[in-house]
């Protein structure tokens, strides 16, 4: 029998996680391919976990009267935690957001770029022999004003990544006083409002946040605004993105998240939305990956390891 103390790794992780956890006293015993009704019964008979977002962490995983210590969440969000369930049973939540928040930071401006300048849609055009020099005439960051919303890790980094680029970058955080850095400055919600041209989501999915980019909230803006969403699509439906790219108020967006991600599972509304949004040439889509790297798939281990490390059990 191992001496270590062990914890489950529920969904894949980057091989590294095994050797990095028995460097600090721990066995990771990995049952990422069983199916969740095989892994329940075992939860409770080891002091932690670890999981991705494809795993909801609450009472009907863990039971009512959970034993383990700690959750894992190799990643940034944690809208797939019951953080209350958790706090209420003395379950200490571990989560990686500076593990991938540089792999965001660099997409967020890499999408931007793609954007202003055209590239996806000039790419596929010399891809068919059409060479159109006028029609793909761009547009420079320098000069601009990128409203972020949300200034953690992922905001932050973001901000840091513009800064040689000549523009203006306010930051707003409901959660957050005195963030002005020398990467942005403080600003309310309704300097967002006045002064932004390119607007780029960084906070997590809450009861908060669901929708909070409605119709009511993107009118609100005094100019016809860029949206970079790196953070979860739920911020804001398909449907008010296709409206706002309809009406002008958003003039390109770059997604790499969507409101549903099953793309074969959409509503007949979120179908409707999707297709006229993949029929816009200032709309770039990716799957998910702004914070998937290499690097990244590395680093969240290191993180999570650390911060386990640090609890001291």
Request: aromatic fraction near 8%.
């Amino acid at each position: 029998m191992s001496s270590l103390r062990q914890c489950l790794i529920i969904d894949p992780m980057h091989i590294s996680i095994f050797t990095m956890l028995k460097e600090i006293g721990w066995e990771g015993v990995d049952v990422s391919v069983k199916d969740i009704a095989s892994i329940k019964p075992l939860i409770n008979q080891y002091e932690g976990l670890f999981v991705r977002t494809r795993t909801r962490v609450d009472e009907q995983l863990l039971g009512n009267k959970p034993t383990i210590k700690f959750v894992g969440r190799a990643g940034a969000g944690l809208d797939n935690i019951d953080q209350e369930f958790l706090l209420k049973h003395n379950i200490k939540v571990l989560h990686a957001s500076e593990g991938n928040r540089d792999a965001v930071g660099e997409y967020a401006v890499g999408a931007l770029l793609s954007l202003l300048r055209n590239i996806p849609r000039a790419d596929a055009e010399v891809r068919q022999s059409i060479w159109l020099r006028e029609e793909n005439r761009g547009e420079e960051l320098m000069g601009k004003t990128v409203g972020i919303i949300g200034y953690g890790n992922m905001g932050k980094a973001f901000a840091k990544r513009l800064s040689g680029f000549g523009c203006k970058v306010i930051a707003y955080d409901k959660y957050k006083q005195s963030i002005s850095d020398e990467w942005s400055h403080e600003a309310s919600l309704e300097n967002i409002f006045e002064e932004t041209d390119i607007l780029s989501l960084h906070i997590p999915l809450t009861h908060e946040t669901r929708e909070m980019l409605s119709m009511e909230f993107i009118t609100r803006f005094k100019k016809p605004f860029i949206l970079i969403n790196t953070a979860r699509g739920e911020i804001v439906k398909l449907n008010t993105l296709a409206s706002g790219i309809e009406t002008g108020i958003i003039r390109g967006a770059a997604l790499d998240v969507l409101e549903n991600e099953k793309l074969t599972s959409l509503t007949s509304e979120q179908q409707k939305a999707f297709t006229f949004l993949t029929h816009r040439k200032n709309v770039i889509f990716t799957p998910h990956i702004a914070g998937w790297t290499n690097e990244s798939h590395y680093k969240i281990n290191q993180i999570l390891v650390q911060k386990l490390q640090a609890l001291g059990f």
